[in-house]
T-cell receptor, first 113, second 112 residues
Framework: AQSVTQLDSQVPVFEEAPVELRCNYS??????LFWYVQYPNQGLQLLLK??????LVKGINGFEAEFNKSQTSFHLRKPSVHISDTAEYFCAVRWDNFNKFYFGSGTKLNVKP | DGGITQSPKYLFRKEGQNVTLSCEQNLNHDAMYWYRQDPGQGLRLIYYSQIVNDFQKGDIAEGYSVSREKKESFPLTVTSAQKNPTAFYLC???????????FGPGTRLTVT
């Protein structure tokens, strides 16, 4: 069965420090990968996506993610975080033969001054 | 402005009452989705529709119903059969041939 795992439910980090939010999924066959950000009581906003091609993808707000087929991972990174990055981040996967999206349980990023 | 609207933002109901959540999009997207979000559980798919007059159950459809009579509208009814309806509900849409979904602002439903 398809599954998406975000092992870290909360990640505290100091402002201007680097951060990595981890995402693993159950199968690498024909996947499309996404990271979304959610601010409190709001909908989800697309940060970046991997469809094909280069395994390193860049998104909005200075975020980037790397697709690793052998490890079935799609970790999100930012070299220097800001207070405004405090939010919840969701990894999502769509397998090619499905019209459904599968979401991880989310990682709350808490950026401290 | 193109986008997805969900109304109302906050909704309160008494136990045993049915309630309908609105989702409207003017993006001309073919597919629409309803998700339920609970703390620490991510998003769980309730129903989705790829075309007008057609929809499929998601992973947690019990106690919910939907309709898709118009391309731009996909209302969700939370029935009294839903055992734990208090949650944040998110609507999303996607254009055919585009891989990502776009989300509305959500409706927080509280049932007491």
């Amino acid at each position: 069965a398809q599954s998406v795992t975000q092992l870290d439910s909360q990640v505290p980090v100091f402002e201007e420090a680097p951060v990595e939010l981890r995402c693993n999924y159950s199968s690498s066959v024909s996947v499309y990968l996404f990271w979304y950000v959610q601010y409190p009581n709001q909908g989800l906003q697309l940060l970046l996506k991997y469809l094909s091609g280069s395994t390193l993808v860049k998104g909005i707000n200075g975020f980037e993610a790397e697709f690793n087929k052998s490890q079935t991972s799609f970790h999100l990174r930012k070299p220097s975080v800001h207070i405004s990055d405090t939010a919840e981040y969701f990894c999502a996967v769509r397998w090619d033969n499905f019209n459904k999206f599968y979401f991880g349980s989310g990682t709350k990023l808490n950026v401290k001054p | 402005d193109g986008g997805i609207t969900q109304s109302p933002k906050y909704l309160f109901r008494k136990e045993g009452q049915n309630v309908t959540l609105s989702c409207e999009q003017n993006l001309n997207h073919d597919a629409m989705y309803w998700y339920r979000q609970d703390p620490g559980q991510g998003l769980r798919l309730i129903y989705y529709s790829q075309i007008v007059n057609d929809f499929q159950k998601g992973d947690i459809a019990e106690g919910y119903s939907v309709s898709r009579e118009k391309k731009e509208s996909f209302p969700l009814t939370v029935t009294s059969a839903q055992k734990n309806p208090t949650a944040f509900y998110l609507c999303a849409s996607r254009q055919t041939g585009v891989y990502e979904q776009y989300f509305g602002p959500g409706t927080r439903l509280t049932v007491t």
